[in-house]
């Protein structure tokens, strides 16, 4: 799962960014409205978590115009202002979520990982197909009970695909979603990662939809004759 910060205050940020990809995420870090926005508008997004004091565009513009232009990434406001009308202007300029400053960064992780089950239409922290479970807040992977051992990025692609399980997901999709602005994109590692996740968790976890890209599914969900 990606995620953009726009954050004027680099030590907040820095933390915010570090921590969220300690967690499992991709992140991109801004420090402005301006190049939040543009960001915003030209990358892919799971989340973003924005401030509303910011330089050079404000965050509530910045939000007002990412919804005017059809974006639809679930956003949570972080700002310092705690009055009931900043709240209020900020659910209405089409925020998601909302946290005042000074906060727990475990509840905003929280909050966070919340947003992201509701958009992509998980009730649980618990993901499942089949055999396989996915922690989203321990991170925990198992497989018939038994605890997986997965690098970061194949738990990313992995995390990613169970996320929206039964659909079938782009290898350009994969890429905009498990890398960060900065990363080096080569598509031909997304094919690596989906063998070494087949070695750990078995052949048939994810489907290859030749021309279009990856499926995974629940065998629970598959038509029975």
Not at 50 to 76: A, H, Q, S, Y
Not at 149 to 157: G, R
Not at 194 to 223: H, N, Q
């Amino acid at each position: 799962m990606r995620i953009l910060i726009v954050e004027d205050e680099p030590t907040l940020g820095q933390q915010l960014k570090t921590t969220l990809e300690q967690t499992g995420y991709a992140v991109d870090l801004s420090a402005d409205g301006e190049d939040g926005h543009f960001l915003g508008t030209t990358e892919e997004y799971d989340a973003v978590i924005l401030d509303l004091g910011l330089p050079e565009i404000d965050g509530l513009t910045v939000l007002n115009m990412w919804r005017r232009d059809g974006k639809t990434f679930p956003v949570l406001v972080l700002t310092a202002r705690d009055s009931w009308s900043d709240k209020v202007a900020g659910l209405d300029a089409g925020a998601d979520d909302y946290l005042a400053k000074p906060f727990q960064t475990e509840e905003l992780i929280a909050r966070l990982r919340a947003l992201i089950r509701r958009s992509t239409g998980n009730a649980t922290s618990e993901l499942v197909a089949g055999e396989v479970r996915l922690d989203t807040r321990s991170g925990r992977v198992t497989l018939d009970g038994e605890p997986v051992k997965l690098t970061a990025q194949e738990y990313k692609l992995l995390s990613y695909l169970m996320h929206h399980k039964g659909k079938v997901v782009s290898r350009t999709e994969l890429i905009e979603h498990i890398y960060d602005q900065d990363f080096d994109r080569d598509s031909n590692t997304i094919e690596v990662f989906v063998t070494r996740i087949r070695k750990k968790l078995g052949s048939d976890v994810i489907t290859t939809i030749r021309g279009l890209g990856y499926s995974l599914d629940d065998p629970a969900d598959a038509p029975r004759g």
